[in-house]
């Protein structure tokens, strides 16, 4: 797919997604919104959940990029990952992902968990720095497998942040639970 047709498509599923929600974007939508046939979309996206969560994921760079910026500035990796949650939560709630989430709520999980699921592997590559930089500090042990440490440290951020309790509880379960499957 030619980089100029790929930011068509999810300009125009930003576009959708802003203007009618999950529920009423459609693949026809964002066909015509971008300027494509239908056939021609679906040579480049096989359904709706792919597009959407690409879609959300470009509109969303400058949180990934603020957030590396933010957990490295933590020492520890028990702080990288406190730092994480409390970032993610600070977040502006009228950005299109957290409005659309609260807004539809079976409609976000359905769609958006489908196309979550394909991007963990991603998401939880995140976290592969600050483990190996844990590893050489020593916090972490030596034979620690980096790969499903990263994917079960995305899990539990999830979670904090999708039922959330205060800072200093994050903390504690982090520092209770998490760190010692580490070390």
């Keep these: 797919m030619s980089d100029e047709t790929r930011r068509r498509i999810l300009s125009a599923a930003g576009a959708c997604l802003e203007r009618d929600g999950i529920r009423r974007t459609t693949m026809v939508g964002i066909a015509e919104e971008a300027g494509l046939s239908r056939a021609?979309?679906?040579?480049?996206y096989s359904d709706k959940p792919s597009i959407v969560v690409e879609?959300?994921?470009?509109?969303d760079d400058a949180f990934w990029s603020s957030a590396v910026s933010r957990v490295s500035a933590r020492r520890t990796i028990g702080a990288q990952v406190a730092e994480a949650i409390r970032f993610t939560l600070e977040q502006d709630p009228g950005a299109l992902a957290i409005r659309l989430r609260a807004e539809e709520p079976d409609a976000f999980a359905a769609t958006v968990g489908e196309g979550l699921r394909a991007m963990a592997p991603g998401m939880a590559a995140f976290w592969r720095p600050?483990?190996?930089?844990?590893?050489?500090r020593g916090e972490v042990r030596p034979d620690l497998d980096v790969e499903r440490a990263c994917e079960w440290i995305m899990?539990?951020?999830?979670?904090?942040?999708?039922m959330p309790t205060d800072d200093k509880n994050h903390r504690r379960l982090i520092e209770e639970f998490l760190i010692p499957g580490l070390r």
């Excluded at 600050?130 to 050489?136: G, M, P, Q």
């Excluded at 899990?155 to 999708?162: F, G």
Aim: glycine share 0%; net charge positive; proline share 0%.
């Design 155 to 162: 899990r539990i951020v999830i979670s904090l942040v999708t």
């Design 130 to 136: 600050f483990l190996e930089a844990a590893r050489e």
């Design 55 to 59: 879609a959300l994921a470009r509109l």
């Design 40 to 44: 021609a979309l679906y040579k480049y």
